[in-house]
């Protein structure tokens, strides 16, 4: 009875309940649309991180986040990785040293990093080196003499593909050690400090030179499906015992930086959609207590032939339901197209964007797309009609506070 009740009220002025239900509606579409880009955007950028080095979990010898440096290495690492792959949350394990070291051709010499891989395990789906080659191909070996040079450096050396480079870093041991590598590709990610200061060289030819043991590297770094299962792994990993020596990492402890402005950024974005909330609970209020003052007289006479405060109470509040249920129902069907482009197609930012943005030197897709995880969606529909809810509770409980006598004689 008090379903019907109160359905029927709701419509008794359509406008105002219709205008109500769409300011719901509206503002689950943009609740929807703000959470899903950014937590695309964080994604990816967690994602691209991930592939410029380090992984969503990381093996590596312990304290070399603190003091990082050649003489500090890992052992059995093929081992740690046949353990990580297996995995099933793993999209990817790789095996790399990393390092500093000086380039060179002719006179000129450029200060960087390089990344030495195993081009059987690297595809463009776990190395984003790999993936922004724009002259020349992939390593084909680890053992090769080749190697990739970013943009930036090529130019700032004068070298193109089929040059000679020279590198120069410490081995193992703290001496001064040097080889050669010819360039087979240059990348470009956009970054300038990336492309200006990485090079990719064989896995083989750089143990040779560092003097390590045919197994031995810097690192594992292990691609996930979704970073959201960082924590598991690396307990998984941690549990199953790696390399002697080493520790198991998380992108959240090998990337600070990174987990610091996700954080902030991710609490303006949710600043936002609670002033957005209440906004829309302001309006649900309005329409509730409008239409509460306009049936003071009715109230009355209900509560006079019988009817409790309590279902009065209820009477009202099912009213704020109603306009909460459509507002979602609405608000969700308007979104489906629109969350549908975003995921295929996505809005281009680049003309809006400085080339080459990013956040602690990893990569900014200008492209904006969405994704809302099934649990975000729960809880924006659940906050939302929640809002509604309690934006009813005041007039409701001036419905059932009515004095009988008082609202018979209103006119």
């Known amino acids: 009875m008090l379903w019907k009740m109160a359905w029927r009220n709701l419509w008794r002025n359509k406008r105002r309940s219709v205008i109500t239900c769409f300011s719901v509606a509206f503002g689950f579409f943009l609740s929807l649309s703000l959470t899903g880009m950014a937590e695309d955007s964080y994604r990816r950028t967690v994602d691209t991180g991930a592939k410029m080095g380090l992984g969503h979990v990381t093996v590596q010898p312990s304290g070399y986040l603190e003091k990082p440096g050649l003489d500090r290495w890992i052992t059995g690492a093929g081992a740690t990785r046949a353990l990580a792959q297996a995995q099933p949350e793993v999209k990817g394990a790789v095996v790399r040293i990393m390092g500093q070291a000086m380039f060179g051709n002719g006179g000129r010499t450029r200060g960087g990093q390089f990344i030495a891989i195993d081009p059987a395990h690297e595809t463009a789906d776990s190395n984003l080196f790999i993936k922004s080659i724009v002259e020349g191909e992939p390593l084909g070996s680890a053992d090769e003499r080749g190697g990739l040079i970013g943009v930036k450096m090529a130019e700032r050396l004068q070298v193109g593909l089929g040059k000679k480079v020279v590198f120069m870093t410490t081995d193992a041991k703290g001496e001064v050690v040097s080889d050669v590598v010819r360039v087979k590709g240059i990348f470009k990610t956009g970054v300038a400090e990336v492309d200006g200061g990485v090079v990719v060289l064989p896995l083989g030819k750089v143990r ?204």
Do not use: K
């Open 208 to 411: 040779e030179a560092l003097g390590y043991g045919p197994d031995d590297a810097s690192l594992v770094a292990v691609v996930l499906h979704d970073q959201r299962h960082s924590a598991a792994v690396q307990a998984r990993l941690q549990a199953a015992g790696v390399s002697p020596g080493a520790e198991v990492l998380t992108w959240r402890e090998t990337q600070a930086d990174l987990v610091g402005f996700l954080a902030v950024d991710r609490a303006t974005n949710r600043l936002f959609q609670l002033l957005v909330g209440l906004l829309i609970a302001a309006g649900v209020l309005n329409t509730i207590y409008m239409s509460v003052l306009e049936r003071r007289r009715e109230f009355g006479v209900m509560l006079a032939v019988g009817m409790g405060p309590g279902r009065l109470f209820w009477l009202v509040i099912i009213e704020s339901m109603f306009i909460g249920a459509i507002g979602v129902v609405v608000g969700g069907l308007g979104t489906i197209p629109w969350y549908r482009y975003m995921v295929n197609t996505g809005i281009d930012m680049s003309s809006m964007m400085a080339e080459g943005m990013d956040i602690g030197g990893i990569v900014i897709d200008p492209v904006m797309r969405m994704s809302v995880p099934p649990q975000l969606l729960v809880a924006i529909t659940a906050i939302l009609f929640g809002l509604t809810i309690a934006a009813g509770l005041f007039p409701a409980w001036i419905a059932g506070r009515t004095p009988p006598v008082e609202s018979i004689r209103l006119v």
